[in-house]
Structure formats: structure tokens, C-alpha cells
Nanobody, 119 residues
Framework: QVQLIESGGGLVQGGGSLRLSCVAS????????MGWFRQAPGKEREFVAA????????AYGYSVDGRFTISRDNSKNTVYLQMNSLQPEDTALYYC????????????WGQGTQVTVSS
């Protein structure tokens, strides 16, 4: 079993930045693919970014590519999402997720952290 706890959400002005963190416990963190997803009210959940266990491969959703950066620190069991040039359309509940295969499904999910971007 893997427990995921997100933090770092909040209210930011358009054009600003935030960094989300997600701490994992319960398994060997470096073996897990970690991902970020988001869901805005009335919309479907959207893939944001993913990173392989060794950190050498990443993937991004088209709407955030070039603005967001995913990274991880396996010594701290933590994955990060650096979000720059935030826009009101980035407002959503952001979830951390963990899986076993890069490009595959995710088996474990956090509770989410709210990001609100004002115009």
C-alpha cells in the first residue's frame, strides 16, 4: 500500500508560480512512477505530468508543457510539480498518483491540493 500526501496548493495571481509537493510512504519510492493530475469543477480529470522512478523520463499534458516541470527526490520520497506562468484555467484540484509502469495506469492516489489562479 502507498500513501500519498500533497501540499503546496493555494491562491496565486495569474502569471505567478507555485510548487506542489507529494510525499509517499509505504513502498520503495524509487520503483514507482509518479504522476500529477488535475480536475476542475464540471470537467474531467486531466493528466498533467509523470516521471519515471529513476527520474530519467518525463511526460507532460499538452496544456502545461513548457510551463510546468515535474521532478523527484528519491531520498525524500517526494515528487514535485513546479508550476510557472499560471493562468486562471489552471485552477483545479491537483492530485498526486503512483503507479508501476510509465505510461500505464495509476494505482494509488492522494486527496488533492487546491490551486486557484486569479485573473
Amino acid at each position: 500500500q502507498v500513501q500519498l500526501i500533497e501540499s503546496g496548493g493555494g491562491l496565486v495571481q495569474g502569471g505567478g508560480s507555485l510548487r506542489l509537493s507529494c510525499v509517499a510512504s509505504g513502498r520503495t519510492f524509487s520503483s514507482l512512477v509518479m504522476g500529477w493530475f488535475r480536475q476542475a469543477p464540471g470537467k474531467e480529470r486531466e493528466f498533467v505530468a509523470a516521471i519515471r522512478g529513476d527520474g530519467d523520463a518525463t511526460a507532460y499534458g499538452y496544456s502545461v508543457d513548457g510551463r510546468f516541470t515535474i521532478s523527484r527526490d528519491n531520498s525524500k520520497n517526494t515528487v514535485y510539480l513546479q508550476m510557472n506562468s499560471l493562468q486562471p484555467e489552471d485552477t483545479a484540484l491537483y492530485y498526486c498518483a503512483a503507479g508501476h509502469f510509465f505510461g500505464g495506469t495509476y494505482d494509488y492516489w492522494g486527496q488533492g491540493t487546491q490551486v486557484t489562479v486569479s485573473s
